[in-house]
């Protein structure tokens, strides 16, 4: 700014330089505690304090680092502020505070790009600068300039020879393969176009093929033909002499052949470095010439493909297509100065960037390349266009909107000054629009205490470690579903743990319970109130997470999920077991295979794992899960008023459930009845709130006879008239009412449930399968446990697959000792 010289006391050891004494070598750290010494001496000291403040260090060894005033290139940002600030304001941000917040403040004081390093690996810095001052910036392949050399080549093709009809590979130069009549044609009608272009020299390859086109041309053209071995056909080693379709069968992709040699044959890399040999050697040894080179198909195809800077890649795909030489075919070109690696193909990175010169138009000396690379968030921001080869190629990728800009990205907050401001910036440089529509903006993930994780603190979580136990799905679901996006997570194994059990653990034992009935496909799909509840909540979730995920709102969508699970597991499955028996199952096929379907994007193993299972019956299904469409919401299945009365009735059954507990009844022994009044706007009436298909869900799952809607009272309040013998229990617009007086009957029954949850028991210990029978066999002295046996006995059989009850302690291959509220019973099982 003002002009001043620019003089650097310290060297880049960071030692003081021998002008500056009397610390002239001194390591400028050793060197504080003197210099401040020598000011207090001359009472040029003001002020002594020591300040705790952030400052930088060596990343790989710790040490202090010393800023250092460098010359450097500059990208003059500040003039595109308003640019950026704008195309800012048409993405969509997840956190939404981060647009106008972290990265929005960012933009407002941005500062000019220092976009060069001095370092040796990186994108070299596309400058030219000569001595007088004149510069060049080379924006392509194409601002090289042409080989000060003035030479022309043109590459012809042999004609078709008899190794082209046998389809035979042949490298050996003692095979005496001519032209056959159509080849000789064919180079014929290639001389005469030739003989226009008023060749020099005619250099040919040795074999016979290649001997037998040039002196059909030197006929033509009147000049000799000079041979060189550097441009015979490719060594096929031990395939020479086979096929060409035995020596293609060798490769997978063409791309192999520049790496990957035959045995005692050769790479087309190999071939390439003695063919860019000879023509050097012509370049150096020639000026203003045109040159007839006479070879063959692979070795020009390989060099033309080089000599115009393809990759190796590029060059692959041309194999045989279009690009490729044909018999008789003739190629022009001459040279540019490109920069090539040892194997000569074009290579714009250091050291050979850096022996390329350019002719100064102003002095006519050579300019030079400066030494600086690119700062590496250059190669990140310009991702989107270089992917593409853009403005090169693909132009309609990126103009059109085929692949730009992206739907989404999804990085880290840190990001915000890096990759997410680079792509900004480079796509503004080249006054394009914003590169992504929308960006999850991610927090870091930190120690369970809350702490930045770190090796020195030893508080590092190995991913690999946890994806090895957990599985990578598990750590994925949990990194989606702990909190926020961008919110700080606090990782810690526990939570990990509990994922995996309350996400993939109960579905995976939905999956299992479905493979046990399976072959059960009685009765009519979707008749029942839970399998048209469930269906409604399937298709509610559908609606409810493709909504989500196209607003990338991921963690209330896996939410959703999660909870679709446990209701699926928790009240769908559990009071669906005895109906399963006979009917419902295609019903909780449905739903597993569309959940598979919701997963897949959010753990791709698991949902496929479960989608191969359901597979594994004869079906329509595809081969995988990642090869479905994403599922379709039907608003027809969703039926909004059962799934409400259906959340009531569950509500229901918590509040029954407590006054049992409070009572300390179990859940097994069976009472008399149950009320449910409902808190309804004034006029509704007091039925209709819980359907009444549902009504016998509630029964069977609070284990009462009857279960009875009743109006409110007082009107506006949820309130059950009180009565003897029944106990009620308040909860969010709803009261429920629980008989609790147990008749002697109902006392049966309960201990009727009981002996049936021991014996089931017992029928686990033994192994027994669902198609095993068995005896039963007692011994109790309480009488109401022997009428219970008397009155409730074939009930009991029924229920655990038994054949006959027998008083007193018989054989058994299982039994156990049972209290039932005081009374001691003793019961055994016998397989048949």
């Not at 791709?604 to 595809?622: M, N």
Request: glycine fraction near 6%.
């Amino acid at each position: 700014k003002l002009g001043l010289p620019k003089k650097h006391l310290v060297d880049l050891a960071g030692r003081f330089i021998p002008e500056v004494k009397p610390w002239a070598g001194v390591f400028v750290k050793e060197a504080d505690p003197k210099i401040i010494e020598d000011l207090e001496k001359r009472g040029l000291l003001y002020k002594k304090e020591i300040i705790r403040h952030t400052y930088p260090f060596c990343w790989r060894c710790d040490t202090p680092l010393l800023y250092y005033a460098k010359e450097s290139w500059f990208v003059r940002m500040s003039k595109l502020r308003d640019k950026m600030i704008k195309a800012n304001q048409g993405i969509n941000w997840i956190p939404t505070h981060i647009r106008d917040g972290r990265f929005g403040e960012w933009l407002r004081e941005v500062k000019d790009w220092a976009f060069s390093r001095e370092r040796y690996w990186g994108t070299p810095l596309p400058i030219w600068i000569c001595e007088c001052g004149e510069k060049k910036v080379v924006g392509g392949l194409a601002d090289f300039p042409e080989s000060s050399s003035g030479n022309t080549y043109y590459l012809l093709r042999h004609g078709e020879s008899e190794t082209n009809t046998k389809n035979i590979a042949s490298s050996d130069i003692s095979k005496p393969y001519r032209l056959t009549e159509k080849g000789r044609s064919q180079i014929a009608e290639a001389a005469k176009k030739l003989k226009k272009e008023k060749i020099d020299l005619i250099i040919s390859s040795d074999y016979p093929r290649t001997k037998e086109t040039s002196k059909i041309v030197s006929k033509t053209l009147k000049l000799p033909v000079a041979y060189d071995q550097r441009i015979r056909e490719m060594n096929f080693g031990e395939y020479d002499e086979l096929s060409v379709s035995e020596f293609k069968a060798k490769f997978s992709h063409e791309l192999e052949r520049f790496d990957r040699a035959p045995a005692g044959g050769e790479t087309l890399k190999d071939v390439l470095r003695r063919e860019m040999e000879f023509v050097q050697e012509l370049e150096e040894k020639y000026r203003g010439k045109k040159f007839l080179l006479v070879g063959h198909g692979d070795p020009w195809w390989v060099l033309e493909g080089a000599i115009k800077g393809l990759s190796t890649r590029q060059i692959a795909e041309q194999w045989y297509t279009e690009d490729y030489i044909g018999h008789g075919g003739v190629r022009k070109f001459r040279m540019r100065d490109f920069p090539r690696d040892a194997d000569g193909f074009v290579d714009l990175h250091r050291p050979y960037i850096d022996t390329t010169k350019f002719h100064c138009p102003k002095c006519g000396e050579q300019m030079s390349r400066v030494k600086e690379v690119a700062d590496v968030w250059f190669d990140s921001g310009s991702m989107p266009f270089a992917q593409h080869h853009y403005p090169f190629e693909n132009k309609k990728q990126i103009e059109k909107g085929e692949a730009f800009p992206a739907d989404y990205i999804s990085e880290a907050i840190d990001q915000t000054r890096g990759w997410f401001y680079t792509l900004l910036a480079v796509s503004t440089l080249l006054e394009r629009e914003a590169p992504y529509k929308n960006v999850i903006c991610l927090g870091h993930v930190l120690d369970a205490k809350g702490q930045k994780m770190s090796k020195s603190r030893g508080n590092v979580v190995d991913p690999f470690a946890m994806i090895e136990k957990y599985g990578a799905d598990a750590v994925r679901w949990y990194m989606y579903t702990v909190n926020q996006p961008g919110d700080p997570k606090r990782f810690d194994e526990k939570d990990l743990d509990q994922v995996t059990k309350q996400v993939f653990l109960i579905l995976w034992n939905v999956q299992t319970f479905y493979k046990t009935y399976e072959s059960t496909k009685r009765g009519i799909k979707g008749a029942h109130a839970l399998d048209r509840w469930i269906v409604s909540r399937l298709h509610l979730l559908i609606d409810q997470v493709t909504k989500l995920l196209e607003s990338y709102r991921v963690t209330e969508a896996g939410r959703l999920i999660a909870d679709f699970i446990t209701d699926l597991s928790t009240w769908y499955v559990r009071r669906s077991r005895e109906r399963f028996k006979t009917s419902g199952i295609e019903t909780l096929r449905e739903v597993l295979v569309t959940l598979s379907k919701l997963m897949a994007p959010f753990t791709p193993f698991l949902a496929e794992s479960l989608y191969q299972e359901l597979r594994a019956a004869p079906s329509k299904l595809h081969a995988s899960v990642h090869l479905e469409d994403w599922p379709s919401s039907d608003p027809k299945r969703i039926d909004r008023d059962l799934i409400a009365g259906m959340a009531r009735a569950r509500l229901a059954v918590e509040l029954g459930h407590a006054i049992r507990a409070e009572a300390k009844i179990k859940v097994r022994q069976p009472l008399a009845d149950c009320e449910i009044a409902i808190d309804l706007p004034a006029g509704k009436a007091g039925k209709g709130t819980i359907a009444d298909d549902i009504l016998p869900i509630i029964a069977e799952e609070l284990n009462v006879k009857a279960v009875r809607l009743v109006p409110a009272l007082p009107a506006g309040r949820s309130h059950i008239e009180e009565r003897a013998g029944r106990a009620i229990k308040l909860g969010s617009g709803i009261s429920v009412g629980l008989s609790t007086a147990i008749s002697d009957d109902l006392k049966r029954e309960g201990i009727a449930r009981e002996i049936i949850r021991a014996v089931n028991n017992l029928r686990k210990q033994a192994k027994l399968t669902i198609a095993d029978r068995i005896t039963l066999s007692y011994e109790t002295d309480d009488s109401a446990v022997r009428e219970t046996f008397e009155t409730e006995g074939q009930k009991i059989l029924d229920a655990v697959r038994g054949e006959s009850i027998a008083a007193g302690k018989g054989k058994a291959d299982q039994g156990a000792e049972l209290d039932l509220a005081g009374a001691t019973l003793w019961i055994g099982i016998r397989k048949i």
